[in-house]
């Protein structure tokens, strides 16, 4: 495996970008409530950065610089939807290699799809999310893809919070992953820029120690 260049340069600058577009929202007092019922101080929706071709460009090119270091012999790019995958097909014109989708669940009409595109059995593909959390959506969508006879080297994403459940279930599914940012060089970049408070930042690391029980 190689190593990324600049790896915490990147970190920083995506981090700001996404701070500065309002892709990543933080607010301690006014928490937000996520889908799950976690309470969280962060909201982070990196779609946006499509809208932002300057962004949206440095992120192609920042994960075609890491699928090539890190991923020997690629031969196809495999998003995880929704959000992966318009960064997935972004990657793969990047790439020029055949890029597919997997779905949350089967199409519930017609072929009943649940991976969109030629299914190629043995093809060795890079796995892309736009955002990680607990790693439960992108290791179905990995293991969906094994199922259907793919060989996964990895796979890339453009942010993770950095729960310790996370990293637990990659380790556990065996699937190494690389992000361009994540939650610790954004809140160096948020106190930098002034996004938050010192007095926010204690809670701010609790958070993310134990994100079930926070506040």
Known sequence: MGKVQNDKETALKVASDLLQIEAIKLSVDN???WSSGWKSPIYCDNRLSLSYPAIRTFIK??????????????????????????????????????FIYVRSKPKGHGMTNL???????????????????????????AADLKASGFEILGMLAIFTYGFPV???????AGIELHTL???????????????????????????RKDPANWG
Request: aromatic fraction near 6%.
């Open 61 to 98: 090119e920042q994960l075609a610089e890491a699928a090539k270091a890190l991923f020997a012999g690629y031969e196809a790019v495999a998003g995880v939807a929704t959000a992966g995958i318009p960064q997935g097909a972004l990657l793969a014109e990047a790439l020029d290699v055949p």
């Open 115 to 141: 991976i969109e595109g030629k299914v190629t059995p043995g093809q060795k593909v890079i796995v892309v999310e736009d955002l990680v959390s607990t790693g439960g959506s992108s290791l179905k969508a």
């Open 31 to 33: 928490a937000f409530t």
């Open 166 to 172: 996370a990293d637990e279930n990659f380790a556990n």
């Open 181 to 207: 940012s994540n939650y610790s060089v954004m809140l160096e970049k948020a106190k930098e820029l002034g996004y938050v408070k010192e007095s926010d930042l204690a809670s701010l690391e609790e958070w």
